[in-house]
């Protein structure tokens, strides 16, 4: 019978194991095959950089993957944030300008998102993608109109690529996240909407405008996630921000996210993850493995993550 | 006594961690109408589905015609002579009436992979005709048929010249006088060819009149067998009564009083409400007072609740609530209505989540103070009604789906007494829940009664409805056919007059 009780632990307790268990891994393994290059100073600074606008858009992900929906939009609106946030910045000789710029762009991709798709009673990932397919476009058009490869900021951007400044803007977005997830009406129903959407709104539940919200803070933290990207590499182009939908929900998978929302759901996941997989690209490339095999060997992680958690009933994958 | 058609020897059936079934044996004899009685998930209907193969059992052996019998499918139990009539409406939308009639036999009429539906409409007119069903003709289309036409062509379908034994299950309650002649006819033809028939209905009388022998069953097991003489007895009924619930319940079962005062004030309004499935509804629900709504399972009783909760559309009409109008769940909530659903799983709770999460969920906007909700104040909040109500888990953390049926129903009432509803539309309140929380259950209700509390009870039997109500409301085909106001002397043959 005891035997039967720590055995149903170590079950609902799987997905805390695992994750935090294959950040501990990546960090022992790659401190060694690094020979310790993984944390000396000047690496620990390329990690901060990198794991922070991870983190910041994870976490606000956290939100719309508890509903069990997920925005593969992502990518393309940090492309065109970027790239507007230059341009802005450039033109008006004010920094502030470029973010409020994109972060009033990033409220309006977060009322479509949330509203277009129960007004026309569209699945969340059918309005992404439709939002996807429009930033993809306007960042080729808006480069396009530049007439160039890729357009730097003209702002000194020193105090904003500091490892102090991105160290407080995660610890501060999380901060936010957190009691936003764990102490508000928000996080609660954010999670019953993904566990049953419909018992929520039997129990009197405007489950839209909840939605709603929940994109909209995830927009900001998309907003200032480009924010940051744009300090840290002073320039944007055609290719800015390809790629981080996928890494995204990558990094939540391994931070123990299920893909199905729910209950199950946890903040941490956003941290842990954004972690790992920043560790495991980072310590691939210290240990010198060619960038090529890096992606089958992250593929493979990848595969081995999903079929330790998803292959039980009640699993993460999406219904 | 006759040959034996069909014995079945220590059979269980386990549904995860719920006992259905413990070491049941049962056997069914030529020329014999076999009853079967028990509360609701006693375990009637799922011996018959697992002898007509509907699924499959957990362990035991099962005897048909003398040979080992496990049947895969429905269409093959009946191929071999077991068929069974069910409970709910079975019939296939969209097709003709011979095409249901003989729906997975299409192959006695097909050539070359092409059914020929002529001969197949013929041979459909000779079996209703043998039935003496004349207003219905094979080539017709099954939708423009009621519902107990189409239980009539399910029962034709259910039976032929190859049928043994037939399973009548609950058939009854859903035909008026005139089908139930037929069926008591095509089982006393059963009889009369020597065949065997197993009867499982609610209502008494027809049990007592039918059967030939009697198999009682509670919790999964057989707890009495009657045969003829005892079932023609003065005291069966008490007998029957006394081996299906175990233990006297006395008269404290339901509410003992029969008073129907309630206090003048009005707490929900239905005035000329039409909507999917309900023509000119109205009804003044007091505080105080429980007006239960029966009728059959499409009357439009259930949609009648969920507008009362803002859930479903109303076209013309108002319903209304302390001069506010209830048009979405979130006003009904903001006026203190609350909404037990009959899909408890589905629109009730949140299986993957806690005790503390379901009982909650409905109350987060009143314990959160600017914004903020105190993880303390949450659990209190369900700690209080996990102790009020005795819901058996061990914390509130446990997650829902863990729980059994009655717990599960426990936690649904518990969301709105803690959210401290005034009025509280409850959707089939005892569903699939065993009677000892039954009982429970209507304590509680009286209790909300007492407190002022105003209670729309909606359910499918009739006997919790005339137990309860202060006013019984009967509807049947969208509309209030009748009102009854609570009396000792009312009785369910009286009620389902007006139901079918």
């Given at each position: 019978m005891k035997k039967h009780v720590s055995m149903v632990r170590f079950s609902e307790h799987i997905s805390d194991i695992l994750s935090y268990g294959g950040l501990v891994l990546c960090i022992v393994v790659f401190s060694i095959l690094s020979q310790g290059r993984l944390f000396n100073a000047y690496n620990i600074k390329i990690l901060v950089q990198a794991v922070c606008v991870y983190a910041i858009m994870a976490m606000g992900a956290i939100f719309i993957y508890s509903m069990g929906y997920m925005d593969i939009s992502v990518g393309s609106q940090v492309g065109v944030y970027c790239i507007l946030c230059i341009v802005v910045t450039n033109k008006t000789g004010s920094l502030l300008a470029g973010f409020l710029t994109i972060l009033a762009l990033s409220l309006i991709c977060g009322l479509i998102n949330g509203y277009v798709a129960v007004m026309l009673g569209l699945p969340s990932i059918v309005t992404s993608i439709f939002l996807m397919s429009i930033f993809g476009g306007a960042q080729l058009l808006i480069m396009e109109k530049l007439a160039i490869n890729s357009i730097s900021i003209e702002y000194d951007m020193t105090f904003f690529k500091s490892t102090e400044f991105m160290i407080f803007v995660i610890v501060v977005i999380a901060l936010i996240s957190i009691y936003l997830y764990n102490y508000t009406q928000l996080g609660e129903y954010v999670k019953s909407i993904g566990a049953n959407e419909l018992a929520t709104s039997y129990s009197g539940v405007k489950t839209v405008k909840w939605k709603v919200l929940a994109y909209v803070f995830f927009g900001i933290c998309v907003a200032v996630g480009a924010f940051m990207l744009t300090a840290r590499t002073g320039s944007a182009g055609q290719g800015t921000g390809t790629g981080y939908a996928m890494d995204i929900m990558v990094a939540l998978l391994l931070g123990g996210m299920p893909l199905s929302g729910g209950m199950k759901s946890k903040m941490s996941s956003s941290l842990i993850g954004s972690f790992t997989y920043v560790i495991l690209s980072n310590g691939l490339n210290l240990a010198g493995v060619k960038v090529e095999y890096s992606y089958v060997i992250k593929a493979v992680v990848f595969l081995a993550v999903i079929l330790v958690t998803c292959r039980k009933k009640d699993g993460v994958l999406p219904r | 006594m006759g040959e034996i058609l069909l014995e079945v020897k220590k059979m269980n059936k386990k549904y995860g961690p719920i006992v259905a079934l413990k070491d049941v044996d049962l056997t069914i004899s030529r020329g014999e109408v076999h009853g079967l009685v028990g509360e609701n998930g006693s375990g009637k209907s799922t011996i018959t589905s697992i002898a007509a193969g509907m699924q499959p059992r957990t362990s035991g052996e099962m005897i048909f015609l003398g040979e080992e019998w496990n049947p895969s499918s429905m269409i093959e139990a009946q191929h071999n002579g077991l068929s069974m009539i069910l409970q709910e409406a079975n019939t296939i939308p969209g097709c003709t009436v011979a095409e249901n009639l003989f729906a997975g036999r299409e192959n006695e009429f097909a050539k070359w992979g092409f059914v020929n539906s002529k001969k197949m409409n013929k041979a459909a007119d000779e079996i209703l005709d043998k039935f003496g069903i004349t207003h219905m003709r094979g080539k017709d289309p099954i939708d423009q048929f009621g519902f107990e036409?189409?239980?009539?062509?399910?029962?034709?379908?259910?039976?032929?010249?190859?049928?043994?034994?037939?399973?009548?299950?609950?058939?009854?309650?859903?035909?008026?006088?005139?089908?139930?002649?037929?069926?008591?006819?095509?089982?006393?033809?059963?009889?009369?060819?020597?065949?065997?028939?197993?009867?499982?209905?609610?209502?008494?009388?027809?049990?007592?009149?039918?059967?030939?022998?009697?198999?009682?069953?509670?919790?999964?097991?057989?707890?009495?067998?009657?045969?003829?003489?005892?079932?023609?007895?003065?005291?069966?009924?008490?007998?029957i009564r006394q081996l299906m619930v175990g233990r006297d319940i006395g008269d404290k079962f339901f509410r003992g009083d029969f008073d129907s005062g309630h206090l003048d004030e009005v707490a929900l309004e239905f005035s000329n409400v039409s909507g999917p499935n309900v023509k000119e509804f109205n009804l003044q629900l007091h505080k105080g007072e429980i007006v239960g709504i029966g009728g059959l399972s499409g009357c439009g009783m259930h949609e009648v609740g969920k507008m009362g909760f803002g859930m479903e559309n109303i076209d013309k009409g108002h319903v209304r609530s302390g001069g506010h109008e209830i048009s979405s769940a979130k006003e009904a909530t903001d006026n203190k209505i609350g909404y037990i659903s009959k899909n408890r799983d589905t629109e009730a709770l949140i299986l993957q989540g806690s005790i503390d999460t379901n009982i909650t969920m409905a109350s987060l906007a009143d314990i959160s103070k600017a914004g903020f909700?105190?993880?303390?104040?949450?659990?209190?909040?369900?700690?209080?009604?996990?102790?009020?109500?005795?819901?058996?888990?061990?914390?509130?953390?446990?997650?829902?789906?863990?729980?059994?049926?009655?717990?599960?129903?426990?936690?649904?009432f518990a969301k709105w007494i803690a959210k401290g509803s005034e009025i509280v539309i409850m959707d089939c309140p005892t569903r699939g829940v065993d009677i000892g929380v039954k009982q429970a259950m209507y304590e509680l209700i009286n209790q909300m009664k007492c407190e002022g509390k105003a209670i729309l009870m909606i359910s499918e039997e009739l006997s919790e409805l005339i137990g309860m109500s202060d006013r019984l409301i009967i509807m049947k085909d969208s509309k209030i056919s009748k009102e009854f106001t609570r009396s000792e002397s009312l009785s369910e043959s009286d009620v389902i007059e007006y139901m079918i």
């Open positions: - | 036409d189409r239980k009539l062509i399910e029962i034709a379908r259910a039976v032929d010249d190859k049928t043994e034994i037939l399973v009548v299950d609950e058939t009854t309650t859903a035909l008026s006088l005139e089908g139930r002649q037929i069926l008591y006819k095509l089982m006393d033809d059963m009889i009369k060819r020597n065949k065997a028939v197993i009867f499982i209905s609610h209502d008494m009388d027809e049990i007592l009149e039918k059967c030939t022998i009697l198999t009682v069953l509670r919790d999964g097991e057989i707890r009495g067998v009657l045969n003829e003489d005892e079932i023609k007895s003065v005291q069966s009924l008490g007998t909700i105190s993880p303390k104040k949450k659990a209190k909040l369900a700690k209080e009604q996990i102790d009020l109500l005795e819901i058996k888990c061990k914390s509130g953390k446990q997650w829902v789906n863990t729980l059994s049926g009655g717990n599960k129903q426990k936690v649904s």
